[in-house]
C-alpha cells in the first residue's frame, strides 16, 4: 500500500523505500537522476477544469535523450510490456484511457500495431491536410489543449479513465512540466545512447519521485522505472503532504 504521511526533502527516500510494490516488485530507495536536484518552493495545480488532466509516460537516456532517426534506439521488452499495461490499465473497467502523441511518434509505430489497442489514440499535427486516417480509435488535434479539452467533453469525458502524454520530443517538451502534468513515468536508462532527439529534465521545483522499481538490464541496457508526482506545498514552503495514494495512480499495482 501507499504510505500516508508528510514528507519533506530529508525523508522521503525513506517514504519510497516503505511503500508499496507498484511495478510487481519491492521498491527501492530511488537511484533516480534528478533526486540530487532538490529546490524549495510552492507549487500546485492550476488546470482548469475545461482541459483533461494527464500524465507522461517516457524512456530516457541519461542525458534525457529519447530517440533516434524517427525511432528508439534500443530494445527493451519489458520497457514495451511496461509502457502498455500502465497506459492500458484503468480504475474503471467501463471506461478506457486516451493516448495523446506528435504525428512523427504515431508515424514510428509500426502499420500493425497502430492505434495503440486498447487506447484512444490522439494525434497532435499542426497540418490542415494531415495524413493521419480517423478510425474509430484514432481522434487528431491541432494543439495539446485543444486535445485535453476535447477529452474533457462528451462523449469522451464519460468514455476515458486517464489521459497519457506518450511523445515524442517535441509534444513532450512541452507537455512534461506543463500545469496540467500530474505524473511522470520515467523509464531512465543508465547509458549514454545516441540520440537526435532530447526531452527536458523533470522539474524537481514541481515533482517529487513517488516510487522506483528494482533495476532491470536487457541487451546490456540497465535501466528502472520511476514514477514523480505533482506535490502540494504546505504554506511553510519547506514540506510536502502525500496524504492518500493519486487517484491517478490506482491501478498501478497490478503492474508487471
Ligand atoms: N523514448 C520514448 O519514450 C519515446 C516516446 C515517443 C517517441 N519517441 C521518439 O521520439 C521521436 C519523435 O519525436 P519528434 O519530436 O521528432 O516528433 P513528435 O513530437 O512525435 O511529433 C512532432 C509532430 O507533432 C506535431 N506537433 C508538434 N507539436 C505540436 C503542437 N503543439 N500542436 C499540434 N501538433 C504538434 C507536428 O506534426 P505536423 O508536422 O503533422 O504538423 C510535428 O511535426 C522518434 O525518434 C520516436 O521514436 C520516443
Known sequence: ???????????????????????????????????????????????????KTYQ??????RDMGIGKNGKLPWKLPSDLKFFKEITTSTSDPTKKNAVIMGRKTW?????????????????????TTCS??????????????????????????LEIDKVFVIGGGQILREAMNGTGCEAIHM?????????DTFIPHVDLSVFRPWCSSLPLTENDIRYHFVSYVRVIWNMKGNSIAVTEEPSFLSGRKTLR
Not at 133 to 156: F, K, M, Q, R, W
Open 1 to 51: 500500500m501507499f504510505s500516508s504521511r508528510i514528507i519533506n526533502k530529508h525523508n522521503f527516500n525513506a517514504v519510497i523505500s516503505t511503500s508499496s510494490h507498484v511495478f510487481g516488485c519491492p521498491y527501492l530507495v530511488p537511484s533516480c537522476r534528478n533526486c540530487r536536484e532538490f529546490s524549495i518552493m510552492e507549487g500546485g495545480n492550476i488546470h482548469p477544469d475545461s482541459q
Open 56 to 61: 507522461v509516460v517516457v524512456a530516457a537516456t
Open 107 to 127: 508515424d514510428s509505430i509500426p502499420l500493425q500495431y497502430r492505434p495503440l489497442s486498447g487506447r484512444l489514440n490522439v494525434v497532435l499535427s499542426r497540418s
Open 132 to 157: 493521419v486516417a480517423s478510425s474509430e480509435n484514432v481522434v487528431t488535434c491541432g494543439s495539446i489543449p485543444s486535445a485535453l479539452e476535447l477529452l474533457a467533453s462528451s462523449p469522451y469525458s
Open 187 to 195: 523509464t531512465e536508462i543508465d547509458a549514454n545512447i545516441d540520440c
